[in-house]
């Protein structure tokens, strides 16, 4: 089972650079999550999808935009990258019901912006 | 919005001993999970725990949402336990925040 995959896994970026993180899951999820993770502090959330068609912020959503592709896929999108945007990204998908509500984590992004 | 506060920040521990992690809600919560965050920086699901206790091997987990906590027991600790443990909490219908974590280092 693949589960939540994101792409790429490494990724260096120039000031004011552009560039789209991808996420994808396999568990038929209604729900996805943007969370960055920033060195010796928790989760942030960035942006969320509740289902297919909607995108809601987050905590910290200034600089970031989100697009809920279709059911299986999220993608993060970095404009202009600032250097206080280098972190960890982490995409998460989570069903409904029960103990189908639990949340689930991809291998996280380690973006850093020069 | 909703705080997570978890206790103690840092704790180290001889392998072999016990511990128990403290997560603190300031609000109603729909469900609660704890997740451990390895030296590589995997997030692994330990426990869906929205109310109750169960348990896992050598970890242990309860939930008492009436009072806004949850506790994580770790029982004759392993160098493999090292890392960060996190709650997380669904406040609302969508929202998934994370607690402050908890850093464990187990010494041999």
């Known amino acids: 089972n693949a589960g939540v995959t994101q792409t790429p896994k490494f990724q260096v970026l120039k000031t004011g650079q552009s560039m789209t993180l991808q996420c994808a899951q396999d568990?038929?999820?209604?729900?996805m999550y943007w969370y960055r993770q920033d060195p010796g502090m928790g989760l942030r959330l960035i942006y969320y999808?509740?289902?297919?068609?909607?995108?809601d912020k987050g905590e910290v959503p200034n600089g970031y935009n989100v697009s809920r592709l279709n059911k299986r896929e999220f993608s993060l999108r970095l404009e202009s990258a600032a250097p206080s945007q280098t972190s960890v990204y982490f995409c998460?998908?989570?069903?409904?019901?029960?103990?189908?509500?639990?949340?689930?984590f991809g291998q996280g992004t380690r973006l850093t912006v020069v | 919005g909703i705080q997570v506060e978890q206790s103690p920040p840092d704790l180290i521990l001889q392998e072999g001993a016990n511990s128990t992690l403290r997560c603190n809600f300031s609000d109603s919560v729909n469900n609660l999970q704890w997740f451990h965050q390895n030296p590589w920086g995997q997030l692994i699901n330990l426990f869906y725990?929205?109310?109750g206790t169960k348990q896992n091997g050598r970890l242990s987990a309860t939930t008492v949402a009436t009072e806004r906590y949850s506790l994580l027991y770790i029982s004759s600790s392993q160098t493999t336990d090292s890392g960060v443990y996190f709650c997380a909490v669904r406040a609302g219908t969508y929202k998934y925040i994370f607690g402050t974590g908890t850093r464990l280092k187990v010494l041999a």
């Open positions: 568990m038929n999820h209604n729900s």
């Open positions: 998460a998908s989570r069903g409904t019901g029960g103990r189908g509500t639990e949340a689930f």
């Open positions: 999808s509740a289902s297919e068609g909607t995108t």
């Open positions: 725990i929205p109310s």
